[in-house]
């Protein structure tokens, strides 16, 4: 795939009509090829700031990066151990991962109800990972307390991984302010672990790993994938989003 230039990407100003029970739309890059880093979070933050304003439907943005490394908040400089690739700040939550080809990201960008449950709207993005991983690709999908993601436990008597560690599969970093979210999950598909994560220590845990559904035996195209996720998406927050006051 070629870079694309996502600012050619013109965002619509569609503002709900009065009474109606805000829905939850798409904004599709993926067609558009691997997307920079920078030029989306700049998407993001417009169409936040449209959403937060009620000037548009909850929406979700799919996007595939160029290789890229993102710092959360909670990033330490012993997590990253090169740069060979961008290094990207981010005021998301979490520490340090690799975004790049062969992966699908989602960010959710939506007006949560008042007062705002940041738990349930957490659970809620966790649960439509689990429901896909599961219930469409049949892997023993889980979460782990104190530690963000999606992840698989490890296989057995794997020489790749001795330790036993269990493995992410799908990140999740996330932000709301002013009811309104920000960031997302990003669910590897087909990545190419002999570049991507290498320079850093995934999300700065030592002890664990990452996969992906190729390496679980699941060959899953990134649109077939879109399609399930944002579904399960819309089911799981719907309950949470604000209604259209204007």
């Known amino acids: 795939m070629s870079p694309t230039r996502v600012r050619e990407y013109q965002i619509q100003r569609a503002r709900p009509k009065r009474g109606h029970n805000m829905g939850v739309q798409t904004l599709n890059l993926l067609d558009r090829g691997l997307a920079d880093y920078g030029e989306v979070d700049q998407l993001q933050r417009e169409v936040w700031a449209q959403v937060r304003e009620q000037e548009r439907d909850h929406t979700l943005i799919l996007s595939q990066f160029q290789p890229v490394y993102t710092a959360g908040r909670n990033t330490h400089e012993h997590d990253l151990l090169n740069r060979e690739l961008p290094v990207v700040r981010t005021d998301r939550a979490g520490s340090i991962t690799w975004h790049g080809p062969g992966q699908l990201v989602i960010y959710p960008v939506v007006k949560l109800r008042e007062p705002v449950d940041l738990v349930a709207y957490i659970r809620a993005v966790e649960g439509a990972v689990l429901d896909v991983v599961r219930d469409t690709w049949e892997l023993p999908a889980f979460t782990i307390q104190g530690r963000a993601g999606v992840w698989l436990p490890p296989k057995p008597q794997d020489p790749a991984n001795p330790q036993g560690l269990d493995r992410k599969i799908c990140a999740i970093g996330l932000k709301v302010v002013q009811a309104t979210t920000l960031h ?3 669910l590897n598909l ?6 991507a994560f290498t320079g850093i220590i995934p999300c700065g845990l030592a002890d664990a790993g990452v996969t992906s559904l190729h390496e679980e035996g699941r060959e899953v195209d990134i649109h077939q994938a879109a399609a399930v996720l944002t579904e399960a998406l ?3 927050l719907s309950p949470l989003l604000a209604p259209f006051i204007g």
């Open 184 to 186: 997302g999950l990003a």
């Open 190 to 195: 087909h990545p190419d672990f002999d570049r």
């Open 234 to 236: 819309q089911t799981r």
